[in-house]
């Protein structure tokens, strides 16, 4: 009988043993499917991710540079104004509003004021500013009224110290309604300011420029000023109206952002509480900040959530 007993006692153990190394294996098995799984998807998600931060930069620069292309075109044209010779002998002649356009001088730049304006449909206005005089002639047989200051301009602080190209903040054209924004250059004889020329250029192919960069089904992109307002952005409400810094979610972090950088990613949530990966960068010339945004969808933006939310990466502006 203990025999028996013995043999079946050591039956028990072996199939006890049996038991707990086939559970061990099979735990083994199923945390090795997990942890391949966590990896594979953890990989795929960083590619995903990679992805869409790269195309935002990719399409944020783009978008960028084709701005500032614009500008630089019509900075040419400006500076060429601020080199002819008829145009500065007015400004060192004509000192007074009352003889603003009288005088062969003024026929000779009224002629050059106009004929710019006609070579090209986004110029809404060409013009010329004395800075003693106070006054301006622009294309069309435009003259300030009597009231006007040349030096109470808003932009004429920046104006009178740039040694190249200002541009005004964008605003809107009392006459067309439409966009507008003022490239100025200022005009000077033997180091001394005379005073400016500028064209008044229509932002009509703004909304061009930025539709034209498609950011999947619900991706879209935005265009700021110095100021932070909306320039262009695909509801209407807020162009012009609202600032990206007094916008709800993390628009605030992005403007300070904007601020600090001149390119670089974000990961936060949209005014709408969405989260959305966010892409920027400066166009030069102006110092604007185009935008564009692109909704992840739900497990990348999950798996994003969990790691570190701001600043993927910083391009610092030189001061």
Same mark, same amino acid.
């Given at each position: 009988? %203990?025999?028996? *007993?013995?043999?079946?006692?050591?039956? *028990?153990?072996r199939?006890?043993?049996s038991?707990?190394?086939?559970?061990? +294996?099979?735990?083994?098995?199923?945390?090795?499917?997990?942890?391949?799984g966590?990896?594979?998807?953890?990989?795929?998600?960083?590619?995903?991710?990679?992805?869409?931060?790269?195309? /935002?930069?990719t399409?944020?620069?783009?978008?960028?540079d084709?701005?500032?292309?614009?500008?630089? #075109?019509?900075?040419?044209?400006?500076?060429?104004?601020?080199?002819?010779q008829?145009?500065?002998?007015?400004?060192k002649?004509?000192?007074?509003?009352? *003889?603003?356009?009288?005088?062969? $001088?003024y026929?000779?730049v009224?002629?050059?004021? %106009?004929?710019?304006?006609a070579t090209?449909?986004?110029?809404?206005?060409?013009?010329?500013?004395?800075d003693k005089g106070?006054?301006?002639?622009?294309?069309?047989?435009a003259?300030?009224?009597p009231?006007?200051?040349?030096?109470?301009?808003?932009?004429?602080?920046?104006?009178?110290?740039?040694?190249d190209?200002?541009?005004?903040d964008?605003? /809107?054209?009392?006459?067309?309604?439409?966009?507008?924004?003022?490239?100025? *250059?200022?005009?000077?004889?033997? &180091?001394a300011?005379?005073g400016f020329?500028?064209?008044?250029?229509?932002?009509?192919?703004?909304?061009?420029? +930025?539709?034209?960069?498609?950011?999947g089904?619900?991706?879209?992109t935005? $265009?700021l000023?110095?100021?932070g307002? +909306? +320039?262009?952005?695909?509801n209407?409400?807020y162009?012009?109206? !609202?600032?990206?810094? #007094?916008?709800? &979610?993390?628009?605030?972090?992005l403007?300070?952002? $904007?601020?600090?950088?001149?390119?670089g990613?974000m990961?936060?949530?949209?005014d709408?509480?969405?989260v959305?990966?966010?892409g920027?960068?400066?166009?030069?010339?102006?110092g604007?900040?185009?935008?564009?945004?692109?909704?992840p969808?739900?497990?990348?933006?999950?798996g994003?959530?969990?790691?570190?939310q701001f600043?993927i990466?910083r391009?610092? !502006?030189?001061?």
């Amino acid at each position: 009988m %203990n025999i028996i *007993h013995q043999w079946i006692s050591a039956t *028990h153990i072996r199939k006890s043993i049996s038991t707990k190394l086939a559970i061990a +294996m099979l735990a083994v098995i199923i945390l090795s499917s997990c942890l391949t799984g966590y990896l594979i998807y953890s990989h795929t998600s960083r590619l995903l991710q990679n992805e869409i931060e790269t195309n /935002l930069a990719t399409k944020s620069g783009a978008i960028a540079d084709q701005a500032g292309a614009l500008f630089k #075109e019509k900075g040419t044209l400006v500076r060429q104004m601020a080199t002819n010779q008829e145009i500065v002998n007015y400004l060192k002649t004509v000192q007074a509003p009352d *003889h603003a356009q009288s005088g062969p $001088l003024y026929k000779s730049v009224d002629t050059t004021l %106009n004929e710019i304006s006609a070579t090209d449909k986004t110029i809404a206005f060409t013009w010329v500013a004395s800075d003693k005089g106070g006054f301006y002639v622009g294309s069309g047989g435009a003259l300030s009224k009597p009231d006007y200051d040349v030096k109470q301009r808003p932009w004429y602080a920046a104006a009178s110290k740039a040694k190249d190209m200002a541009y005004t903040d964008p605003y /809107l054209d009392a006459q067309s309604g439409k966009l507008v924004v003022s490239i100025l *250059h200022p005009v000077r004889d033997g &180091g001394a300011l005379i005073g400016f020329v500028a064209v008044d250029l229509f932002l009509d192919t703004l909304p061009q420029i +930025m539709e034209s960069y498609k950011l999947g089904q619900s991706g879209y992109t935005f $265009l700021l000023d110095n100021n932070g307002t +909306m +320039m262009y952005h695909p509801n209407q409400e807020y162009v012009m109206k !609202r600032k990206l810094g #007094e916008m709800t &979610g993390d628009l605030g972090e992005l403007a300070a952002q $904007l601020d600090k950088n001149d390119a670089g990613l974000m990961f936060g949530k949209d005014d709408k509480g969405t989260v959305a990966y966010f892409g920027y960068s400066t166009v030069a010339l102006t110092g604007w900040s185009s935008a564009s945004c692109r909704k992840p969808k739900r497990w990348q933006a999950c798996g994003r959530l969990s790691g570190r939310q701001f600043c993927i990466s910083r391009v610092r !502006r030189s001061c």
